[in-house]
């Protein structure tokens, strides 16, 4: 037989864990005799107002077969049921279903048994000598809201030490004899303890002596005071890690304000502790750079007033320390031809961003001297990238800039030597060749008039005079040529140099002939320079090649180029250059030579080969005036290579490049 009810009208229960999902709630009487069962569905009905809904069980059976298809939010049980009379038909109850909440109803009233009932976990015990409307909708309305409260309790302290124990803070708890009474995961990590070995100890037992008699100290102060402490602690991890920990204690009082425990949080700072450490360091070296550079630094403000500058700049502006000049501008320092550019300068810097490196102004300082300097500025920045002023420093250059007059002095009235050289010996070359000419001339006309009348004595003298004279002649040519690198040199123009080489080859052709040298040549492909002077070069080179051999071997010469990027004089960034190379199978050159080599008028074997000594300073200089260089490799009796370098492009019509 089954009862169901429901109460009309009834606003529904709040619920619990079991609660239905909707309308009133489910309660299930388990009650053997049927006009019993009756009774009390009438005493519910009577209790207007009731948000319950009846349903019968007639034995301890029926009832755990409805609660196991759910729905059920009470359970209003009979302890004198036929198959499970007493006490022990509720612990069944809950031993099948823990969570479900009974109201246990007996038929008179049992103090012991009430007792009881309560202890295996019903909510309520009510005799049925007292089940009236309005007692029987109360108790059900207490057990209704009572289970309620119950469930919200166990969730509050479910999230509450779900938070405690999920914390990455050490969270504890002491009694008043300083006793752990509880600890969390993470205290119980952080000392290396279980959380079971923990509880119970004192702080003797855990910590360190000295650790644990200051926090001793500290909890009696509490205990006393009433007052929360904080302190920072450290000690050894287990891990044998250094801990720097944040200890907060307060007090835990009872309803009556009486101190009862006490409870902390510690926190792990070590991270923190160790940047802040860092970031002290940090400061403490960037003061000590700051303070020591001989360099005046300085920050400003949005308006240019110093915020901080070193000693230095304030040594330098006649102040004792750097404080005297803390919210000043260049303005109360300087003239105002000067603070006015440095204060557009820092407001250009502050509006664009961008800095100001290596700017070199004259200064005039507050004590008349004039100084010049190289000023960097930069954007100050806050964390978040805004630019809250400027910062700078100032490097006296003055050494310098005299320095560097003082070498355009000298390299002024060095190039002006040169000229002046230049044009002497241009025009004593040129005025000389006159002269030489008519001696080397009468003395011709000597030897062919007058040979019958000459003894052989003065034939001999006129012969060494004739031989003088042509030596003469051609130490004047080379001078000439020398001279005129720089005095006729022409504008730079894409050159060939293969066709120079069929030039020169066919100028030395009847040398090439006499000795039976082979003459090999490679792509030389082209170059800008100035034509006349390249053919130069490769006539004194080609030429040397073939005048320097080895007796009884013909020579061989090779002419290549190759082209490769390499850093020139006068240029920033690598360029393109062409490596003319002439090697030769000659006679080479003893090493302790190679220094001197293109020095001009240094000649090699004087008694053994004809020369003037200028051929090869001409290659250089030429080399030189091109921007390039020219070097040599030699062995003796292994032949010489000589490499002239020089850049493949030139700036166009240019004549001016300088030679040192």
Same mark, same amino acid.
């Given at each position: ?30 009650? &053997?005799?049927?006009?019993?069962? &009756? ?13 319950f809904e009846l349903e019968w069980a007639d034995g301890m059976e029926g009832a755990l077969h409805r609660l196991a298809s759910g729905g059920v939010d009470l359970v209003l049980l009979d302890l004198d049921l036929p198959d499970s009379r007493g006490l022990p038909g509720l612990i069944r109850l809950h031993a099948c279903f823990p969570s479900q ?32 409307? @309005? ?14 409260a119950e469930e919200k309790l166990r969730a509050g302290l479910a999230f509450h030490r779900s938070i405690v124990e999920q914390l990455p803070h050490g969270i504890f708890r002491q009694d008043l004899q300083g006793r752990f009474t509880y600890a969390n995961p993470f205290m119980s990590d952080l000392l290396g303890l279980p959380q079971h070995e923990?509880? =119970? ?24 005071? =009433? ?78 007033? @110093? ?16 404080? $005297? ?7 109360? $320092? ?50 978040? =990238? ?211 080599? @293109?020095?001009? $008028? ?26 390039g260089s020219v070097s040599v490799r030699s062995q003796p009796n292994e032949g010489s290579v000589f490499t002239v370098t020089l850049p493949v492009r030139q700036r166009r019509g240019d004549t001016s490049t300088t030679i040192p």
């Open positions: 037989m089954e009862i169901a009810t429901t109460i009309q009208n009834a606003a529904p229960g709040n619920g619990t864990a079991n609660r239905s999902a909707s309308g009133p709630w489910k309660v299930l009487l388990v009650e &053997a005799r049927p006009d019993e069962a &009756a009774r009390i569905n009438q005493v519910l009905l009577d209790g207007a107002g009731s948000p909440l009974v109201v246990v109803v007996v038929d008179h009233e049992n103090e012991a048994v009430e007792l009881e009932a309560l202890r295996e976990g019903a909510l309520l015990c009510l005799p049925k000598t007292k089940l009236d409307p @309005f007692w029987l909708a109360r108790a059900l309305r207490y057990s209704h809201d009572r289970a309620v923990l509880v =119970g100890r004192r702080s003797e037992e855990v910590f360190p002596k000295a650790v644990a008699e200051r926090a001793v100290n500290q909890d009696q102060e509490v205990l006393r005071t =009433g007052r929360p402490h904080e302190r920072i602690e450290e000690l050894d991890a287990p891990d044998g890690r250094r801990l720097c920990l944040a200890v907060s204690k307060t007090p835990v009082r009872n309803q009556q304000g009486r101190i009862i425990a006490l409870q902390g949080l510690m926190m792990d700072e070590t991270e923190r502790h160790q940047a802040q450490a860092a970031l002290e360091q940090e400061r403490y070296f960037m003061h000590l750079l700051i303070s020591n550079l001989p360099d005046p630094v300085y920050f400003k403000d949005t308006a240019s007033r @110093f915020i901080r500058v070193n000693q230095a700049l304030a040594e330098r502006l006649g102040g004792p320390n750097p404080e $005297f000049m803390l919210g000043k501008t260049d303005f109360d $320092f300087f003239a105002r031809e000067h603070a006015e550019p440095a204060f557009h300068d820092e407001q250009t810097v502050m509006k664009t961003g961008q800095p100001i490196v290596g700017k070199e102004e004259k200064e005039v300082w507050p004590d008349g001297r004039e100084k010049w300097v190289s000023t960097t500025k930069m954007p100050l920045r806050d964390r978040n =990238g805004q630019i809250i002023g400027t910062f700078g420093l100032s490097r006296d250059i003055t050494p310098r800039k005299k320095a560097e007059e003082k070498l355009r002095a000298y390299a002024a009235s060095l190039a002006q030597s040169n000229r002046d050289l230049e044009e002497f010996a241009f025009v004593a070359s040129h005025d000389l060749q006159e002269p030489l000419g008519k001696v080397q001339a009468f003395a011709d006309l000597l030897l062919a008039d007058c040979s019958d009348s000459l003894s052989e004595k003065g034939k001999d003298y006129l012969r060494r005079l004739h031989k003088a004279t042509a030596r003469m002649q051609m130490l004047v040519r080379g001078l000439l040529t020398f001279s005129r690198v720089q005095t006729e040199a022409q504008p730079f123009q894409p050159v060939d140099l293969s066709a120079l080489v069929t030039e020169v080859m066919a100028d030395l052709d009847t040398r090439i002939q006499q000795t039976g040298a082979r003459v090999e040549v490679g792509p030389l492909g082209t170059v800008d320079g100035d034509a006349h002077q390249l053919r130069q070069v490769l006539q004194n080179l080609l030429g040397n090649a073939l005048k320097f051999v080895r007796p009884g071997v013909a020579p061989i010469v090779k002419i290549n180029s190759q082209r490769v990027l390499e850093r020139v004089t006068g240029a920033n960034l690598p360029m393109e250059v062409c490596r003319l190379s002439v090697e030769d199978n000659g006679i080479g050159i003893e090493g302790k030579y190679l220094g001197r080599l @293109f020095n001009i $008028f240094q000649r090699l074997r004087p008694n053994e080969y004809d020369g003037t000594g200028i051929g090869l300073a001409t290659v250089r200089r030429i080399a030189q005036r091109h921007g």
